[in-house]
């Protein structure tokens, strides 16, 4: 089993910076990449970005390439999503995913945004971008 716990979610405003973080426990030698989600209220989970193990390659959703940035301590066992120039549009609870399956973020790309493809998911963490 793998826990994931998310943190460093918050109020922010637009055009500000927040950096969320998910600490990673458990068999961890079993994960192969990690995801951050999102999910606004009243919409569907969206993908966010992918990180995978075997060679550090990432992903983007189109709506945060060029703001956003994947990334991981793996002393830490810990992985970041550091989110730039944010809009009201970026409000919504953050979820962490981990997947066993997944195996190169830039291989396999889009895929990497399908929730089916994660085996274990976090509680989620609040982001509120104001206008």
């Known amino acids: 089993q793998v826990q994931l716990v998310e943190s460093g979610g918050g109020l922010v405003q637009a055009g500000g910076s927040l950096r969320l973080s998910c600490a990673v426990s458990?068999?961890?030698?079993?994960?192969?990449?990690m995801g951050w989600y999102r999910q606004a209220p009243g919409k569907e989970r969206e993908g966010v970005s992918c990180i995978s193990s075997s060679d550090g390659s990432t992903y983007y959703a189109d709506s945060v390439k060029g703001r956003f940035t994947i990334s991981r301590d793996n002393a830490k066992n810990t992985v970041y999503l550091q989110m730039n120039n944010l809009e009201p549009e970026d409000t919504a609870v953050y979820y962490c995913?981990?997947?066993?399956?997944?195996?190169?973020?830039?291989?396999?790309?889009?895929?990497?945004?399908?929730?089916?493809?994660?085996?274990?998911w976090g509680q989620g963490t609040q982001v509120t971008v104001s206008s």
């Open positions: 458990g068999s961890i030698f079993s994960i192969n990449a």
């Open positions: 995913a981990a997947s066993n399956r997944i195996t190169s973020a830039q291989a396999m790309g889009v895929i990497t945004m399908i929730a089916g493809w994660y085996d274990y």
